[in-house]
T-cell receptor, first 112, second 112 residues
Framework: GESVGLHLPTLSVQEGDNSIINCAYSNSASDYFIWYKQESGKGPQFIIDIRSNMDKRQGQRVTVLLNKTVKHLSLQIAATQPGDSAVYFC???????????FGTGTSLTVIP | DGGITQSPKYLFRKEGQNVTLSCEQNLNHDAMYWYRQDPGQGLRLIYY???????QKGDIAEGYSVSREKKESFPLTVTSAQKNPTAFYLC???????????FGSGTRLTVV
């Protein structure tokens, strides 16, 4: 899950299993949220986003769930593949305050 | 293909030297950003620019400088005043402030 400390949370899953990566956000007024995937030595890549007026959004093999009551965001990856191994982090965006915050990320390792 | 290019990929700096990191985009994006990424930490905003000839300090601007003379270019100078410059630097651009980020592939700066 999400951490504000110096240690990156890690998650290891078997190839073919589903992965769930969590993120806690801080601003209940945030307008939308984005999940990024970052492979080692590369820039972050957009995966999926969700507006604050939605609870769920699905993409290809990925689903993002938003629970505004507890300020929690999750990314579900179906049938995880070795190519999914990367650091995943969420971003919360509050347009009114020009605020864009990135979480520290979770390192996902897929075991073949 | 449109995209955002950072160069160099790796950069070594002697203590006391200024170095400049390049960021070029051909996406016709108005806004550009510089982030710093340290191990186990989220992205931290150094500077951002919403339009040519205008830029604003982010959360950790001390020891850095930028310019935005052209829409396509947003170079970052790491000055000798930055006491701990070793990090991974990411440039990003977006259509408008804080929406639809595209990231570059990053520059890893090491002080030797």
């Amino acid at each position: 899950g999400e951490s504000v400390g110096l240690h990156l949370p890690t998650l290891s899953v078997q190839e073919g299993d589903n992965s769930i990566i969590n993120c806690a956000y801080s601003n209940s007024a945030s307008d939308y949220f984005i999940w990024y995937k970052q492979e080692s030595g590369k820039g972050p890549q957009f995966i999926i986003d969700i507006r604050s007026n939605m609870d769920k959004r699905q993409g290809q093999r990925v689903t993002v769930l938003l629970n505004k009551t507890v300020k929690h965001l999750s990314l579900q990856i179906a049938a995880t593949q070795p190519g999914d191994s990367a650091v995943y982090f969420c971003a919360e965006i509050f347009l009114g305050g020009n605020q864009f915050y990135f979480g520290t990320g979770t390192s996902l390792t897929v075991i073949p | 293909d449109g995209g955002i290019t950072q160069s160099p990929k790796y950069l070594f700096r002697k203590e006391g030297q200024n170095v400049t990191l390049s960021c070029e985009q051909n996406l016709n994006h108005d806004a550009m950003y510089w982030y710093r990424q340290d191990p186990g930490q989220g992205l931290r905003l150094i500077y951002y620019s919403q339009i040519v000839n205008d830029f604003q300090k982010g959360d950790i601007a001390e020891g850095y400088s930028v310019s935005r003379e052209k829409k396509e270019s947003f170079p970052l100078t790491v000055t000798s005043a930055q006491k701990n410059p070793t990090a991974f630097y990411l440039c990003a651009s977006s259509i408008e402030r804080d929406y639809g980020y595209t990231f570059g592939s990053g520059t890893r700066l090491t002080v030797v």
